[in-house]
């Protein structure tokens, strides 16, 4: 019988195998020994914190913290399309300052940003995805729905209406987005579905103000004649239609370019929408938490009001104002969907970019890697 610990040679010398799962478990153990050294130092708990993932719209520059001494050199594969604080870095190594890197792309595509601190150190790559975003108008007009199952105008009264907000419009592409949030049927609480019906015009009368415990509500008149819009469908992040005339009345006529959901932070911001009449006005509000990580349609903005004339007018949020767009740093971000029962000054927001994308606007969902 052979010693399974030992190996005779030709030459019938003995010698022992080598001890991997020694030399493995050793190997381990150091790379654990340098991560938990590398985690006791600042610098060490801010590279080993850095995204692996930095998704960044096509045209805009993303800005990717790395708080470390003294130099960084970096390097980006491919390096075409790619600018890192405003400059090309062509196939070899940079260095760059530490602090704030900023990294703007030309065109859509998946990037490796290769990292070394201190010009020297080797770092696990970041991979930066560049991602097509469209340029929308933004809407804060107040609209009546009226949406059926098999559409309403040869087949009587629709099944569902109500007032909500219009949220963002392409004129070009005549395409619409509006309310942030399905239309479910009164009487079965159920999205209505296949839906078909109209987008029209509503004038707000006045406000019943939300109190703690009773959220108010949009006092709106519709108005008949042409229709703004035709409904094709009823999506959990809100209905879509064709755009048969733009809306008047708007407080942000320009396009503005709709923001990924990693773009999105807590921090100032302005809300849209229609207190009286056909104006839309702007609000000052707050968004205090975002959840860019979450699937498309859930509460993806926290958001309050701050504006002292939204606050003496309506209490907060009310209902009628679902879909009205949130704006911050001149990118359409999300679009208002619930109010806080208890606190109406409080709601919650879904993003913008889930909207566009169900409105066949992008840029798709998959694309956007988490933030």
Do not use: C
């Not at 939300?210 to 035709?230: C, F, I, T, Y």
């Amino acid at each position: 019988m052979v010693d399974p610990g030992r190996m005779r040679a030709p030459g019938g010398a003995v010698r022992r195998p080598v001890a991997w799962g020694r030399a493995v478990r050793a190997a381990l153990v150091a790379l654990a020994v340098a991560v938990e050294a590398a985690d006791a130092l600042p610098v060490g708990r801010h590279l080993l914190r850095l995204p692996r993932v930095v998704p960044v719209a096509v045209g805009q520059p993303a800005g990717l913290v790395l708080d470390v001494p003294g130099r960084l050199a970096v390097a980006v594969r491919p390096a075409r399309g790619v600018r890192v604080d405003g400059r090309r870095l062509g196939a070899g190594w940079v260095l760059v300052p530490g602090g704030v890197l900023r990294i703007e792309a030309d065109a859509p595509g998946r990037y490796l940003l290769r990292l070394r601190p201190l010009g020297a150190l080797p770092w696990p790559p970041v991979r930066v995805v560049a991602v097509p975003v469209p340029e929308v108008a933004p809407g804060g007009e107040s609209v009546g729905v009226l949406l059926g199952p098999r559409g309403f105008r040869l087949w009587g009264a629709p099944e569902a209406a109500g007032i909500g907000t219009l949220t963002l419009y392409d004129p070009r592409r005549r395409v619409f987005a509006a309310l942030g949030h399905a239309v479910r049927d009164p009487r079965t609480g159920r999205p209505v579905e296949p839906a078909h019906g109209e987008l029209v015009p509503s004038v707000v009368a006045g406000v019943a103000p939300s109190r703690q415990g009773a959220p108010g509500e949009k006092l709106g008149v519709l108005v008949g004649g042409q229709a703004l819009g035709l409904i094709r469908a009823n999506t959990p992040v809100g209905v879509i239609g064709s755009l048969l005339r733009p809306p008047a009345g708007g407080a942000a006529p320009h396009p503005v370019p709709v923001a990924l959901p990693d773009q999105v932070h807590p921090g100032p911001a302005t809300l849209l929408t229609v207190l009286r009449g056909t104006r839309v006005a702007a609000f000052r509000v707050r968004i205090l938490a975002v959840q860019p990580d979450g699937p498309p349609g859930g509460r993806d903005v926290a958001v309050e009001v701050v504006d002292p004339r939204l606050l003496a007018a309506a209490g907060g949020i009310v209902q009628g104002m679902s879909g009205s767009p949130i704006l911050q740093d001149g990118r359409l971000v999300g679009a208002l969907t619930h109010v806080f029962v208890d606190d109406p000054r409080r709601g919650y927001g879904v993003f913008a970019a889930w909207m566009s994308e169900a409105a066949g606007l992008g840029p798709p969902a998959a694309e956007i890697p988490p933030g």
